[in-house]
């Protein structure tokens, strides 16, 4: 192996260390998340079943059904393997793909108005999800619960 090698393996190990602690950061805000909305914290670390309690918390249990419904339609319209999407499949997809969006959108947006926040704190969790929801976590925010 050459320097070069060396230095790109080094360089490759510090970068998954950093992405480790940075994980575990937003693991631990979402925990304190999860408890300042009177939710057991182990809750935040369960897959999906911890956004379905950030959807519960946020703004609807029935709004996560949808993003689920959603993506599954959205999966079983993708070809398989070496198949081309149609002009129409490839529409359908898209659309699928924007209502998922807008409605992960509106969910930021209520998680940020339960926590007694505005629209730049919801663009921050829109575009910068991970440093946000520590900020949530581990700052002065209180729970306010679900907003109209």
Do not use: R
């Not at 070069?4 to 925990?31: E, K, P, R, T």
């Not at 947006?109 to 999800?129: T, V």
Request: aromatic content about 12%.
């Amino acid at each position: 192996m050459t320097t070069g090698d060396w230095a790109l393996l080094g360089l490759a190990g510090v970068s998954l260390v950093l992405a480790l602690v940075i994980w575990v950061l937003y693991i631990i805000g979402f925990w304190k998340v999860f408890k300042k909305a009177d939710q057991p914290g182990w809750k935040s670390i369960i897959p999906l079943y911890n956004i379905y309690i950030e959807y519960k918390i946020s703004w609807s249990g029935l709004a996560f059904l949808a993003m689920i419904v959603v993506a599954v339609v959205q999966a079983c319209l993708k070809p398989s393997g070496t198949d081309v999407a149609t002009g129409i499949q490839a529409a359908e997809i898209a659309i699928l793909g924007l209502v998922g969006a807008i409605i992960h959108i509106i969910q930021c947006y209520k998680m940020s108005k339960a926590f007694g926040k505005g629209m730049g704190y919801c663009l921050g969790l829109i575009f910068l999800n991970p440093i946000f929801v520590m900020i949530l976590g581990y700052g002065s925010a209180t729970y306010q619960g679900p907003q109209a």
